[in-house]
């Protein structure tokens, strides 16, 4: 073929309309990619936002005389004199005498509402843990009802929200703003406890504790039957009609909407054996039945990547099949293994539809202490609470999903710091 | 070989995880139903935990329908011991109950609780009627001629009551499956659909075309589904001054400084109006106990005593703080006796 000058001519016509082709292809990406990272970015400065309220709290700061009288309390040994004794009732003559003008029985109650319902609670535990404070009086911080934490805040950040407020209750708040006795507190609850319908009292342990033992018992569960099923269909299973329908159903499963494997679990786990609702055994084994196919995919194509020269070699060198596999091929597999299961536990994290059938989606106050102890999870909290109608709820909901959203990011940067620091390339 | 061992120990896994289950006792109270109720059985459940030292009961939001059939699928401590309905049990639920062998249930009236059309605190409150609702909202409304039906052909509330503001109709509301749609419906639609004469008559001589009429709800775009999420809804109103939208009381107590309620029937949503029945959209809350699990869960009887005493669910009663909007003060007293005696429901109540 001669390279004529019309030839040439018209490839330089090309030329220009091809690098023009690839540079609006490469502007299309890199809007794309743009588009993309400003959305999480808008996401994420929203969620911020929103959240870093809910780890800072309102706390009043209040004389509180620790009176036996007004307790009621003539043993503190006595168990039941303690537990039924009016702790709150400390907590009312504090405002009182802090307030010696409101009269009202009316006004008295909404002045008793500016402390959380929780507080009489605090002073017990204060008092109970250290009884020589019998008698005095000390100035401590009680941690304000979410009406008043979201009167603070609001006011801290120039637009008061009052709706919530009668006029005593704004007039009491403004003598303690005037006297700095009332302020911004780290908000340790958040951290420490679980559940609760007051927002001010409400935290993320219940949920992270039991989304822990959830994603334990999927990972017992689903790695090793999904590794062993790997290396079984991919090493030792005769390739015929039966494996075939085996892998085709498998691909399929992995593409399953996640509820179907609710339903499922409803359908054997609960009802069939009978194992309660609600707990993190049957959590477990619902994710684990979910992951399993995503498992069982990512270990088999850690397997195929395993040259078969290795393989050749261990077996020219007189091993069996099984010493093949398991001395050779699987440690080379397993940091693919690894993080296929990773982003399998990672997927499970964050499921709510197959827990709403099997009862995980529910109120539980109690930190969960054993996998037979009724649970729930992170992202059911955040579900759970973005339903709430108490607006303080609105910064908790936005906390938890940071929360979430933290425990994500590890197991995904641990999956490619595994598959980093492992992996051999051939 | 260690193959062999690793086999064992997963086959030995699965059989001890799948063994366990069987349940012997259960120490925690079990609570199911509307996610209405929710809010306040949760309230309920975190005091009587907190008080008493005890276990706090597990509240499933699983709505009032699915929860009556988990309620009524058996005695024994696989199932729960309440449900909380924001409607009356039915008399299909009920016998369904019967047969699984859940023979005595006892019911609990706690309160009320409101639907409110809301709009943004920028726009005027609307005053609107229930026949306004119907004439706005339903798929298909009554012709000038009785007994003809058209496609609803208002664009704006003007066009369905001249006092009303030249406004296009724009309702965001909850979507069919829940539970405050089928009150919302019932109440508000329904109520204004009897107002037609015809349609009155109808009822009485074909039951299924009228509700085929009243209940259904228009598709052209005029009332938007915006989620079960009450919240977004009122996100919603902010965003969009123009629109109304339909949720609970409790929502609205909430957020009274970004939303406010329409008049109905020259009625504004508040605690007094609901609780005297005069707001005419609101609807009765309940909760169902299996008597058989009184003695064998520990602690249904107190559970149930915090539920009907005064400072929980009384006029000024830490519920009545939530937004539910209490009974009557005999009455209260008269159903908390009836609880604290556990009287069942006997079979002969109007169920529908």
Request: hydrophobic share 45%; with cysteine; charged share 20%.
């Amino acid at each position: 073929m001669s390279k004529t000058p019309q030839h040439l001519e018209k490839i330089q016509r090309s030329l220009v309309r091809r690098y023009r082709a690839e540079k609006a292809f490469r502007w299309c990406g890199m809007l794309a990619v743009t588009l993309g990272l400003t959305a999480v970015l808008v996401v994420f400065a929203d969620i911020f936002m929103k959240g870093t309220g809910a780890f800072s709290a309102t706390y009043i700061a209040l004389d509180v005389t620790y009176d036996r009288e007004v307790l009621g309390i003539e043993n503190f040994a006595d168990q039941r004199q303690v537990n039924t004794a009016d702790w709150e009732a400390l907590l009312k003559t504090a405002l009182r005498k802090e307030f010696p003008d409101v009269r009202k029985r009316s006004e008295k109650r909404k002045l008793y509402a500016l402390a959380s319902n929780a507080a009489g609670y605090d002073i017990k535990d204060r008092l109970l843990a250290n009884l020589r404070l019998l008698g005095e009086t000390e100035t401590i911080w009680i941690l304000a009802d979410d009406d008043i934490d979201a009167y603070y805040k609001s006011w801290l950040g120039g637009n008061a929200y009052t709706a919530r407020l009668t006029d005593g209750q704004l007039g009491a708040l403004q003598a303690l703003i005037d006297t700095d006795r009332i302020q911004l507190h780290f908000n340790a609850n958040f951290l420490s406890r679980g559940d609760s319908r007051e927002p001010e009292q409400a935290g993320i342990k219940g949920a992270v504790v039991g989304s822990f033992m959830t994603l334990i018992l999927t990972l017992v569960l689903s790695f090793p039957i999904g590794i062993a099923a790997a290396i079984y269909l991919e090493e030792f299973a005769p390739k015929n009609a039966l494996t075939e329908f085996i892998e085709v159903n498998i691909n399929n499963l992995a593409a399953v909407p996640s509820i179907i494997f609710g339903l499922l679990g409803l359908a054997i786990f609960i009802n069939l054996f009978h194992i309660p609702r609600s707990i993190p055994i049957v959590g477990g084994l619902v994710l684990a039945v979910m992951t399993l196919p995503t498992v069982i995919i990512t270990s088999r194509a850690a397997i195929k990547s395993v040259p078969p020269s290795i393989r050749e070699a261990s077996l020219g060198m007189g091993a069996s099949r099984n010493q093949m596999v398991l001395h050779h091929v699987l440690p080379l597999a397993l940091p693919g293994m690894l993080t296929g299961a990773i982003i399998g536990m990672a997927r499970a994290l964050g499921e709510t539809a197959p827990l709403l059938m099997i009862g995980m989606v529910a109120f539980i106050v109690d930190i969960p202490r054993g996998f037979t102890d009724p649970a729930t999870v992170l992202p059911v909290q955040i579900f759970l609470w973005a339903d709430s109608p108490e607006r303080a709820f609105i910064e908790k909901t936005s906390a938890a999903i940071m929360v979430l959203l933290g425990f994500l990011v590890t197991m995904n940067m641990s999956a490619v710091w595994l598959r980093k620091r492992l992996e051999r390339r051939w | 070989m260690s193959y062999f061992r690793l086999a064992k120990i997963i086959v030995l896994s699965v059989s001890l995880t799948v063994a366990a289950g069987p349940s012997v006792a259960r120490e925690t109270i079990a609570v199911v139903g509307s996610s209405t109720v929710y809010p306040f059985s949760t309230v309920v459940a975190e005091r009587y935990g907190r008080s008493r030292g005890k276990p706090t009961p597990k509240v499933e939001s699983t709505g009032s329908g699915g929860g009556m059939k988990l309620f009524c699928a058996g005695v024994g401590t696989n199932f729960p011991d309440i449900t909380n309905s924001s409607r009356r049990i039915k008399k299909s639920e009920f016998d369904q109950c019967q047969e699984n062998g859940v023979k005595d249930v006892i019911e609990v009236h706690i309160g009320f609780d409101g639907i409110v059309l809301a709009n943004s605190i920028v726009t005027e409150p609307m005053s609107l009627t229930r026949k306004d609702i119907f004439l706005a909202l339903a798929a298909r409304i009554p012709s000038d001629t009785d007994g003809q039906l058209i496609d609803n052909p208002h664009e704006t509330w003007q066009q369905v009551n001249a006092a009303l503001p030249p406004v296009g109709i724009e309702v965001l509301g909850p979507p069919p499956t829940s539970g405050t749609r089928d009150a919302f419906v019932e109440l508000a639609m329904e109520g204004g659909c009897k107002q037609i004469p015809w349609l009155a008559e109808l009822k009485k001589t074909d039951k299924d075309a009228f509700k085929t009429i009243c209940h259904t709800v228009r598709e052209d775009g005029k009332y938007i589904e915006a989620g079960e999420n009450d919240n977004l809804i009122v996100q919603k109103l902010q965003a969009n001054p123009k629109a109304l939208g339909i949720f609970g009381f409790s929502f609205l107590d909430q957020n009274a400084d970004t939303v406010h309620g329409s008049m109905i029937e020259s009625v504004a949503p508040n605690f007094d109006s609901i609780a005297d029945k005069s707001y005419s959209i609101s609807r009765p809350l309940y909760f169902y106990v299996k008597k058989a699990h009184v003695g064998v869960v520990p602690g249904i009887e107190d559970f149930l005593y915090e539920f009907t005493s005064e400072k929980a669910w009384g006029s000024e009663g830490y519920l009545a703080d939530k937004g539910m909007i209490p009974l009557p003060r005999e009455v209260r007293l008269s159903r908390a006796k009836v609880v604290r005696n556990l009287v069942p429901m006997n079979g002969d109540e109007a169920l529908k």
